[in-house]
C-alpha cells in the first residue's frame, strides 16, 4: 500500500522532467533566415533549430539562446561554441565570435 504513492510521485516527476526537456526553445525570431557577411566571405543561416556557418564547409549545429548569447554544438556534444549577439535588427547582425572577432551580417 506504501508504494503506490511513490510510483505515483516518480512517475508526476518524469513527467514534468519531460515536459521540460521537450519544451519549446526560446528562439527570436528577427535572428532567423540568411545572413551574409558584409565582406561576403561568410553565410550564415539559422533557422529556429540550427544554425549553419558557411565559410569553410557547412556544417548544421544545433543551438540555444540566453541572452544575447548564442550558443553552438555539434550534436549536442560539449564544450558550446559561444557567438555574443552585438546588434540585431531586421536587416543588420553584428556577432562577436568566439576569437573576439566581430563579423556584421546583412540579409
Not at 10 to 28: E, R, V
Not at 49 to 61: A, C, G, I, M, Y
Not at 64 to 83: A, C, R, V
Request: neutral net charge; charged residues 25%; aromatic residues 14%.
Amino acid at each position: 500500500m506504501k508504494t503506490y504513492p511513490l510510483i505515483f510521485l516518480y512517475f508526476a516527476s518524469a513527467l514534468i522532467l519531460l515536459n521540460i526537456s521537450c519544451g519549446k526553445k526560446q528562439t527570436n525570431p528577427k535572428l532567423e533566415g540568411a545572413w551574409k557577411s558584409k565582406d561576403g566571405e561568410t553565410t550564415l543561416k539559422i533557422t529556429n533549430k540550427q544554425f549553419t556557418l558557411d565559410n569553410e564547409s557547412p556544417v548544421p549545429e544545433d543551438y540555444f539562446l540566453k541572452g544575447d548569447t548564442i550558443f553552438t554544438s555539434f550534436e549536442g556534444n560539449q564544450p558550446y561554441t559561444k557567438f555574443v549577439i552585438q546588434k540585431l535588427n531586421d536587416h543588420e547582425l553584428s556577432l562577436m565570435f568566439p576569437d573576439s572577432v566581430a563579423v556584421e551580417f546583412s540579409r
